[in-house]
């Protein structure tokens, strides 16, 4: 599959919006992260502006152990502790984390349910764009259900990835024929136009708690 196109220039104008906490306790905290603000700052001064820095004025803390796209929305999990970081990073590591992701795709799968086994790599001249590429990709692997078919040829599903790379839900959808909603990078212009906003977000997130081992379930209901 090959992007849409090479990226325009970030235009980054972040949500007023706070991010709203969903859990706090002693060893970690676990926010909503509203669409189109960036998890962490970026190069430029005017990428100062984060999840990292706005929560961090409130609860100087909390760190960053993974990150979600800025037009996607849904939960992040910040270790407050060293030893909170350490153990919830080597859960990511471990992929122990598990992952659902909501998102309305364009088009009607032929199937209610399947898995997206199709390596990744950096779309070079195209960057920060990724592409599937069987010779030179990285394992990246997506299980996926139709939760809704929607009027318009629009399809809500669930995702859930089992590896972490770099735009892998956005990449996947659009090699299977669906891209999703609003992406700006892997959507045709059409389908681009067809929502406000990326229309994927990040529902729910399972770790074990850092200080006893404990299940622990994060959710955020999804906004569109």
Known sequence: MEAAGAPAPLVYAPPESAPRVLHED??????DKPALLLTVPGKAAALADCLESRVRLQRPDARIVHRLDRPTSGVVVMP????????IGLQFERRQVRK???????????????SINAPLCGD??????QMVHFTHGKPARTEWRVLAREPGGVTRVVLWPATGRTHQLRVHMAWLG???LGD????PP???????????????????HPEDGAALTLSAPCPF
Do not use: C, K, N
């Open 100 to 114: 659902r992701y909501i998102a309305r795709v364009a088009g009607r799968p032929s199937e209610d349910a399947g």
């Open 184 to 187: 700006e990078f892997y959507a």
């Open 26 to 31: 002693a060893a970690l905290l676990a926010v």
């Open 80 to 87: 407050r502790t060293a030893e909170a970081h350490r153990h």
């Open 178 to 180: 669906s891209p999703i």
């Open 190 to 208: 059409e389908v681009r136009a067809a929502a406000p906003r990326l229309q994927l977000h990040a529902a729910e997130l399972s770790l074990r």
């Open 124 to 129: 070079w001249p195209r960057r920060p764009l």
